[in-house]
């Protein structure tokens, strides 16, 4: 019984993150970063030398995927409170933004110094 609680929960969450990166999918920013996966994923398990380096490659390159989704869930909360300028409003969107700037810089460094370093 107790297991098919949890069965049911699972599928539930899975269906909830599924509508997630649908609902992601619509945003431009997402899909330009979805391109940057598909043409730089492949080339980092052919230039890492080791299983480590390739983690780090593709991982710098999910990461700003995870980035993005959170910005993108800031922007729909903000936008759900109300369509008025507000100062908090705009710095907690202004922060989302950062955060991805921040994810894209990570990568560049990775790259960089793996590549490079």
Request: charged share 15%; aromatic share 8%.
């Amino acid at each position: 019984m107790f297991e098919r609680k949890n069965e049911s929960h699972l599928i539930k969450s899975l269906g909830w993150s599924v509508q997630g990166l649908l609902a992601a999918w619509q945003e431009t920013a997402f899909r330009q970063e979805i391109l940057l996966l598909i043409l730089f994923g492949p080339l980092a398990l052919f230039l890492g030398q080791n299983g480590v380096e390739r983690a780090l490659l593709i991982g710098s390159l999910l990461l700003i995927l995870i980035i993005e989704v959170l910005n993108s869930a800031v922007e729909a909360a903000i936008d759900r409170i109300g369509t008025e300028q507000h100062p908090l409003s705009g710095r907690a969107k202004d922060l989302a933004s950062a955060a991805v700037f921040i994810s894209l810089i990570n990568a560049a460094l990775i790259w960089l110094l793996i590549l490079f370093g």
